[in-house]
């Protein structure tokens, strides 16, 4: 089954000259759109109407992929509805696409601008190629074109450049990541896999659960892991982080009270719980202006 196109479309409260040169301008389009790293408009060779262009997209690894289009778009101050519409083509063999086209429509309702988005494109390498784009590429285009549109957006409503937008987001979601392993490795390496370490030893000086120390630490292990997948499916939500600042102060400060000495070991709970802490700050703080892809609606009535 031949799969669908990739349809995204999001309502931007902007003017309409204003969103027009922010998507038409190569120099303001590379800025916000994580598809393209270099846009290029290239002389009209005729009268017509067309604007060839040449794009490249670095895939990382030192890796850029080059391809060639032509644009055709008409801006008219009194119309309702505007469209551009594109085709571009790419004969590098290392890239998955080997042409394709869309267009992007701007529909004025007055206070916002519903921009809209359809493309399809044709993939080489056979079979293969098929089945990579079907379950791994083309989802992660559709994805990187809704958090583009929605960091455009944020830029345009919120006058916040998308470099600081891409600082911002890469500080949420490296903290995010960092916090997520730490729960992790928490929950399974020092109290379920071995807690005879130092965790039962800790909980055994709290005295608060005798005879069954070894059941709770198990249980706190849990509590840390499942509290790690809970920071993956809500890591925009700010107040997880500030209930796991509040878990980390409750599973540290009773045994630094109970037990001081803890304090002089040169790794202590103290020299995690910091760290944690800062990281739960810092991902709450870079939550303000982080681009959502869901907030796009993504199929076409």
Same mark, same amino acid.
Request: some cysteine; glycine content about 6%; proline content about 6%.
């Given at each position: 089954?031949?799969?669908?196109?990739?349809? !995204?479309?999001?309502?931007? %409260?902007?003017?309409?000259?204003?969103?027009?040169? #922010?998507?038409?301008?190569?120099?303001? =389009?590379?800025? *916000?759109?994580? %598809?393209?790293?270099?846009? =290029?408009?290239?002389? /009209? +060779?005729?009268?017509?109407?067309?604007?060839?262009?040449?794009?490249?997209? /670095?895939?990382?690894?030192?890796?850029?992929?080059?391809?060639?289009?032509?644009?055709?778009?008409?801006?008219?101050?009194? @119309?309702?509805?505007?469209?551009?519409?594109?085709?571009?083509?790419?004969?590098?063999?290392?890239?998955?696409? %080997?042409?394709?086209?869309?267009?992007?429509?701007?529909?004025?309702?007055?206070?916002?601008?519903?921009?809209?988005?359809?493309?399809?494109?044709?993939?080489?390498?056979?079979? @293969?190629?098929?089945?990579?784009?079907?379950?791994?590429?083309? &989802?992660?285009?559709?994805?990187?074109? @809704?958090?583009?549109?929605? /960091?455009? /957006?944020?830029?345009?409503?919120?006058?916040?450049?998308?470099? !600081?937008?891409?600082? %911002?987001?890469?500080? #949420?979601? !490296?903290?995010?990541?960092?916090? !997520?392993?730490?729960?992790?490795?928490?929950?399974?390496? &020092?109290?379920?896999?071995?807690?005879? @370490?130092?965790?039962?030893?800790?909980?055994?000086?709290?005295? *608060?659960?005798?005879?069954?120390?070894?059941?709770?630490? #198990?249980?706190?292990?849990?509590?840390?892991?499942?509290?790690?997948?809970?920071?993956?499916?809500? #890591?925009?939500?700010?107040?997880?982080?500030?209930?796991?600042?509040?878990? +980390?102060?409750?599973?540290?400060?009773?045994?630094?009270?109970?037990?001081?000495?803890?304090?002089?070991?040169?790794?202590?709970?103290?020299?995690?719980?910091?760290?944690?802490?800062?990281?739960?700050?810092?991902?709450?703080?870079?939550?303000?202006?982080?681009?959502?892809?869901?907030?796009?609606?993504?199929?076409?009535?």
């Amino acid at each position: 089954m031949k799969p669908k196109p990739i349809y !995204v479309e999001l309502d931007i %409260r902007a003017k309409p000259a204003e969103l027009w040169e #922010h998507t038409q301008s190569p120099k303001l =389009h590379e800025q *916000w759109d994580l %598809r393209f790293s270099e846009i =290029h408009y290239l002389p /009209r +060779l005729t009268d017509s109407e067309k604007q060839p262009f040449l794009y490249g997209t /670095r895939i990382g690894f030192g890796l850029k992929i080059k391809g060639k289009g032509e644009a055709y778009s008409t801006m008219d101050p009194q @119309a309702s509805e505007q469209m551009s519409v594109l085709s571009f083509t790419s004969e590098q063999p290392i890239s998955l696409i %080997r042409r394709g086209g869309g267009y992007w429509k701007y529909k004025n309702d007055g206070d916002k601008i519903t921009f809209i988005t359809l493309f399809d494109y044709r993939t080489r390498f056979g079979w @293969a190629g098929r089945l990579l784009d079907r379950f791994i590429f083309r &989802p992660m285009f559709g994805y990187a074109t @809704a958090w583009s549109f929605d /960091r455009l /957006r944020i830029w345009l409503e919120e006058q916040v450049p998308p470099s !600081v937008i891409a600082e %911002r987001a890469l500080i #949420h979601y !490296v903290s995010v990541m960092i916090m !997520v392993l730490l729960w992790l490795y928490e929950g399974i390496v &020092p109290k379920l896999l071995f807690p005879q @370490a130092g965790e039962l030893f800790l909980l055994q000086q709290l005295g *608060w659960f005798e005879g069954r120390e070894l059941l709770m630490v #198990h249980l706190i292990g849990i509590g840390e892991m499942a509290l790690a997948l809970i920071t993956i499916f809500f #890591h925009r939500k700010k107040k997880i982080y500030m209930a796991q600042i509040v878990m +980390l102060l409750t599973l540290t400060l009773p045994a630094l009270f109970y037990n001081p000495q803890l304090l002089m070991s040169p790794f202590n709970p103290m020299t995690l719980a910091i760290p944690m802490i800062g990281l739960c700050l810092a991902a709450r703080w870079s939550t303000r202006y982080l681009p959502q892809a869901s907030r796009c609606k993504r199929q076409s009535n």
